[in-house]
């Protein structure tokens, strides 16, 4: 069945760096990727999507690239917030179903 | 946007009893509504899966008797845990989906369970 890996179970950054949450799968079909985010005692939140091989998509100034040769999925911002402290969910399903496969979660906690 | 309600919040129920919760799609019509439990420490595991015209389809360690759904319209959907104990405590996610062709999934806050 699909699977998803999230490396990092916690990352502590500082304001104002960069940070990336790897993110890779594994499917027998074609994927469709996402991001979500939920912050503490909230729904989990849509952040990106893709299912196109090689593009860029943007959100919030939140980017990730799909590519499929690695099978992977790496959530990027250029410059953290204190507001981006939460959990942040890697996703995938394919085109053979419905049913949505979680990472296991990486927490970001932004410091000052 | 999409917006998808749940309630109660929050529950306490003591072992060996059951419990209810509701999930609303409000401003849109969902094809398929998925039930999640996240536990401690865990991410989110798929409970059962209800799409339009198809039976529910449940995850493997989960089951209608113990998890009994129901999905009268393309708005609502409701879970029972029946005889909960400790092992069922967790956040109870509902995510929903707009339509056939899409793919993402929109959440509710969830149904927090507590069991004494």
């Known amino acids: 069945g699909d699977s998803v890996t999230q490396t990092e179970g916690l990352v502590t950054l500082t304001k104002g760096l960069p940070v990336m949450l790897n993110c890779t799968y594994q499917t027998t079909y074609s994927p469709f990727l996402f991001w979500y985010v939920q912050h503490l005692n909230e729904a989990p939140k849509l952040l990106l999507k893709?299912?196109?091989?090689?593009k860029r998509t943007e959100h919030q100034g939140f980017y990730a690239t799909l590519h499929k040769s690695s099978s992977s999925f790496h959530l990027q911002k250029s410059s953290v917030q204190l507001s981006d402290s939460a959990l942040y969910f890697c996703?995938?399903?394919?085109?053979?179903?419905?049913?949505?496969?979680f990472g296991i979660g990486t927490r970001v906690l932004v410091r000052p | 946007g999409a917006l998808v309600y749940q309630y109660p919040r929050r529950t306490i129920c003591k072992s060996g009893t059951s419990m209810r919760m509701e999930c609303q799609a409000v401003?849109?019509?969902?094809?398929?509504v998925a039930w999640y439990r996240q536990s401690p420490q865990k991410t989110f595991e798929l409970i059962a899966l209800?799409?339009?015209?198809?039976?529910?389809?449940?995850e493997q360690n989960f089951t209608q008797e113990k998890f009994p759904i129901s999905h009268p319209n393309l708005s609502f959907s409701s879970m029972t845990v029946l005889n909960a104990y400790l092992e069922d405590r967790g956040l109870y996610l509902c995510g929903a989906r707009l339509g056939l062709g899409v793919r993402e999934q929109y959440f509710g806050p969830g149904t927090r369970l507590t069991v004494l």
């Open positions: 996703a995938l399903t394919n085109s053979a179903g419905n049913k949505l496969t």
């Open positions: 209800s799409t339009v015209n198809s039976a529910i389809k449940y």
């Open positions: 893709s299912s196109t091989d090689n």
């Open positions: 401003g849109f019509q969902a094809t398929s």
